[in-house]
């Protein structure tokens, strides 16, 4: 039927009610009241349970109604009604001659149906459905279906089955399995969210049960996966059917551990637990086994600061390891400071011989490193920046490129061939162990490279300060720099002092007013304001967890998790420059005034480096997808993998019917464990409904998956 979208006024005749005259918003024609109001109850949040008495349902709204309620949660005074058809062609009915609906709300409908109880039976399988549409193909409608297992408070319906968006024109079914709620009754809801539409329509709702016992299936869930010694898990029996018997192995050696429905049980020692549940109904039994589910680590141990003696006087600008050897260089006459013992003692060892600051330093290898010294940039006396080689350790130093006009302000390497320097306007790259350096790209937009963290020898990022048409950006390039991409920063304009990628996805980055910012996604980033007033010049990640920044007035920052909190450690000294991690239990700090400070928790293991650089513990000897945690979870969890060697990562994840709902490409990522946050989103970024997820997470040429509970 075609609509009229230009009348003001509408007169509608509904049979046997006479005529209403309605005035219309400009654009759209007003159906005129519905033949009759449903229960008539608007406010409904005080409701208890049992008010209500507990049918199962088929309704086609050709009849009187009883106990099915409405909210106007907008306030607008229009909610769901009953509408008639008078010619069989008008779309209010799915079938027969009368369906439910709800009109627009020029600022976004709140408008609520909510069905009697439901009681759910305890050995069916049970499914809802019922058909919806939107009644005008030019403005189609959104709605949530709802679910609550307490009372007919709208606070109470916590659960989303479906999030509904551009609701067809044409009549379409929506269906849902119940049997997960067995023996509970519930509430059903359908949420009109629509923002200035027209009109949702809704027919035909059906509740019923098929007369066959789910199949026994066993599953189970934990309300903490991972954590240190002693620690105490509460596991939950979410298997299908109507389970009976119940037993636990907590440690997979074949002891059964409990046989209560939903015990608890304490891990004392460290490692990597396989839990495996039986589940039987005194005919079938069905097992699940969840391969390192439970991950026990030491505790962890509270590292200690101590002050190391150097001869230095000046100011100390960066550090870096190769192992238990450091070099740190600064405002120190051209003096280059070495350690051969994890920190613990400096010496003087080497001299560039040349007068200005050496601002940065890499190395490649013990014996293959580089500096960037930069001098000039005041009064007549141009900037220039200059890179340094050694191949003897640092013993002696020999010049490899020289700019005018500008200061080079970071160099970093992904191997022993392969590095990026950055300055005003430019990068540059060598491709042969920093002998011969090559422009790559120039910037003609006044924007300012300052610095870079690099993953591997494709994927390299580059932090910017602000451009003058551009808001903040990230470059950076998956193909060694071949082509570049701006990543527009979203979730602050501010200056990144210092930028480190763990992966594609997962980095931090340390600001100015002590602000800390993470990324798990690789484009939003989300603020920590630690309380303090200075900036925030380096930070360093030995692992995906253990991250360390340092800055103005000797502030140091500590996080154990990834960033979602960080700790201070108070101790007296100058201002901080530089921050590295030598392993997961030392790390060096280097500032003003010939500061050294050394870090020890006492618990550090041997250490090893991959192609990047990146110092790790214990790198894992296969490829595993651990369970993710929190599960059951809402609305976000984390997903934890580790690698063997280096991989492309892929994750998708799909809806119980195998539709995919989610995928994303992380890239190339080097051995070592990892973890990302997944909002239980599509790919489109809106809300997934309630229920149970496969997340498939594809790297070293093979597939492992895990199932998701995501509640609402």
């Known amino acids: 039927m075609n609509f009229n979208k230009s009348l003001i006024k509408a007169i509608i005749i509904f049979l046997g009610l006479g005529t209403a005259v309605l005035v219309a918003q400009p654009g759209k024609t007003s159906l005129g009241m519905p033949i009759y109001s449903i229960s008539g109850v608007q406010q409904i949040d005080t409701r208890e349970i049992n008010e209500i008495a507990l049918v199962m349902l088929n309704e086609g709204f050709e009849g009187t109604l009883d106990n099915w309620l409405t909210a106007d949660e907008d306030g607008d005074g229009d909610t769901w009604g009953v509408y008639e058809e008078a010619d069989g062609t008008e779309g209010y009915a799915h079938s027969g001659a009368r369906g439910i609906g709800i009109n627009w709300n020029t600022t976004g409908n709140n408008d609520w149906i909510i069905t009697p109880q439901i009681a759910i039976p305890s050995n069916e399988v049970t499914t809802f459905s019922f058909w919806a549409h939107s009644l005008s193909p030019a403005y189609l409608e959104n709605f949530n279906v709802k679910l609550s297992n307490s009372t007919t408070s709208i606070a109470d319906f916590s659960v989303t089955l479906e999030a509904v968006i551009d609701a067809p024109n044409a009549w379409t079914q929506y269906t849902f399995d119940l049997s997960s709620y067995a023996g509970q009754s519930l509430y059903l809801a359908i949420q009109c969210v629509s923002v200035d539409e027209y009109y949702l329509f809704a027919d035909d709702f059906l509740v019923e049960t098929s007369g066959t016992t789910p199949t026994l299936s066993a599953d189970f869930s934990a309300d903490n996966t991972s954590g240190e010694a002693p620690l105490t898990v509460q596991f939950t029996d979410a298997s299908l059917g109507s389970p009976t018997g119940w037993s636990w192995d907590f440690n997979n050696d074949g002891t059964e551990d409990a046989n209560t429905q939903n015990p608890s049980y304490t891990y004392t020692d460290t490692g990597s637990y396989t839990v495996v549940l039986t589940v039987s109904d005194g005919t079938d039994s069905d097992t699940a086994t969840k391969t390192d589910y439970i991950a026990v680590n030491a505790e962890t141990q509270i590292g200690t600061w101590s002050s190391i003696t150097s001869d230095a006087s000046d100011n100390f600008k960066d550090v870096y390891f190769i192992g238990d050897i450091g070099w740190a260089v600064g ?255 030392n790390a060096v700090a280097v500032g003003h005034d010939g500061t050294i400070l050394k870090y020890s928790s006492g618990s550090g293991e041997p250490t090893r480096v991959d192609q990047n650089n990146h110092y790790h513990t214990d790198l894992p000897q296969s490829f595993s997808l651990k369970q993710n945690f929190p599960n059951p979870f809402n609305p976000s969890t984390q997903i934890r993998y580790e690698l063997f060697e280096q991989s492309n990562v892929s994750i998708h994840i799909y809806d119980i019917r195998g539709i995919e709902m989610y995928s994303y490409y992380v890239g190339m990522v080097s051995a070592g464990a990892y973890e990302l946050q997944w909002g239980g989103v599509s790919n489109s970024g809106l809300p997934l409904s309630g229920g149970m997820y496969l997340l498939k997470l594809n790297a070293a040429n093979e597939s492992k998956t895990i199932k998701m509970l995501l509640l609402k």
């Open 331 to 585: 405002d120190l006459e051209g003096k280059i400071f070495k350690t051969i013992d994890k920190g613990e003692s400096w010496n003087d060892g080497s001299t560039d011989n040349a007068w200005g600051n050496n601002e940065k330093v890499w190395f490649t290898s013990p014996t293959t490193g580089f500096i960037v010294k930069n001098f000039g940039g005041w009064l007549s006396a141009p900037a220039t920046g200059e890179i340094k080689r050694t191949t003897d350790g640092g013993a002696t130093w020999s010049s490899v490129f020289l700019i005018t006009d500008y200061e080079i302000e970071d160099i970093a390497f992904a191997d022993a061939n392969n590095g990026w320097a950055v300055t005003y306007y430019h990068i540059y790259k060598t491709t042969d162990g920093g002998i011969n350096w090559a422009e790559h790209v120039f910037d003609s937009e006044g924007g300012v490279y300052d610095d870079i963290s690099i993953i591997d020898a494709n994927n390299v990022h580059i932090s910017t300060g602000l451009r003058l048409s551009q808001p903040r950006i990230i470059v950076k390039t998956s193909n060694g720099g071949t082509d570049w991409e701006d990543v527009i920063v979203s979730g602050t304009t501010n200056e990144f002092l210092d930028i480190h990628f763990e992966t594609n996805t997962l980095a931090w980055a340390s600001g100015w007013s002590g602000k800390i910012y993470k990324t798990i996604d690789g484009l939003n980033w989300t603020v920590t304001e630690t309380g303090h007033s200075g900036g925030l010049n380096r930070l360093d990640f030995v692992n995906n967890l253990q991250g360390i920044a340092v800055g103005a007035s000797g502030l140091i920052l500590r996080t154990e998790d990834g960033g979602s909190t960080w700790a201070e450690d108070e101790i007296t000294n100058p201002g901080l420059s530089s921050i590295f991690y030598i392993d997961n239990a």
